[in-house]
Structures are given as structure tokens and as C-alpha cells.
């Protein structure tokens, strides 16, 4: 999958961003189950992620932290499943780096938005090729507390159809 994302992130694909009101991936129920259920006090990294009630998803899990500068995230976390994706750990590595700069303006407007809304927001992109969908991910992103217990962060469920 690691040419894929050399394709993808290397501009050879258009990629399509959608805003949804509900997500259709088989594995969401768990994560939306996760956000329906959060202690009164928000989602504490350390505390309540890792759970049980998200460790099947763990895979498909990201983690972003802004930067001080406010002009770009750093994954914090990278699961298996995004790291087989990249066909590398992008823990510790930046948007900017991973990501096709074409894509970059909504990608971080809308962490930017979930850390400031304090609200999820569920995007659909498409990633195309001429007429071909090369490939279709559902987000789900949720703002969480960050290890320090004050600053805000992004848990990003990823699901590949």
C-alpha cells in the first residue's frame, strides 16, 4: 500500500472532502459509541485512550497534536493500520510532511475547527484518478485532552473501504 500513498499524497490522485452527518464504515459504531459515552470532563489521553471499548479499533486510530506555532499538527500516534497505509510509522512526523499540499487546507481547518468547536466532525474523502476511485476513507474526529490535562488534540478514527 506504500505506492498507493506515493500515489495519493504525491498528487497523481484528486481527493475529494465531504462533510457528513453520519458515518457508514461497519467499525464506526464502536468509535461513535466511544464519543456518546465520554466521562462529563471530555476524552483524556492516557486516561481514556487506550480503552476496551476502542482496543479493536486501535488500528485505525491517529492522533494529532498542534503545534505551538499554530501552523501545522504532529501525529502523536499512528496506528497499524495508517502506518500500513503510508508503508511507514508517521508517528512523530508532520502533516505537512505526510500529506499531499493540496490537501493540506482542509485537513487543517478541520482539526483546527475540532479543537476549537470542541465537537466531532465526520468527513468522506475520495481519492480518484481520472474517473477510478483509487480510494474512500471515513473520519471521525474528536477532540480530546491532551496528556498535560489543558491543551486540546485530535483522536482521528480511520476507516478504508
Known sequence: MD???DWIEGGMTHSEFVR???????????????WDERP????HIGRDVPSRMI???????AIYEP????LDFRV????????????????????SEI?????MPVRFKTLLEVTASNEPRMTRIIHRAGKVDVLK???????VVAPNGVDRWVLTFVFYF
Open 99 to 103: 500529506y499531499s499540499p493540496n490537501d
Open 137 to 143: 476513507i471515513e473520519l471521525l474526529q474528536l477532540p
Open 3 to 5: 505506492r498507493l500513498a
Open 20 to 34: 457528513i452527518d453520519a458515518l457508514t464504515h461497519p467499525n464506526a459504531t464502536a468509535a461513535l459509541k466511544f
Open 55 to 61: 482496543a479493536r479499533l486501535l488500528s485505525h486510530v
Open 40 to 43: 462529563s470532563d471530555g476524552i
Open 76 to 95: 502523536h500516534l499512528a496506528g497499524s493500520g495508517i502506518r500500513h497505509r503510508f508503508g511507514r510509522d508517521i508517528t512523530g512526523e508532520t502533516m
Open 67 to 70: 503545534l505551538p506555532d499554530g
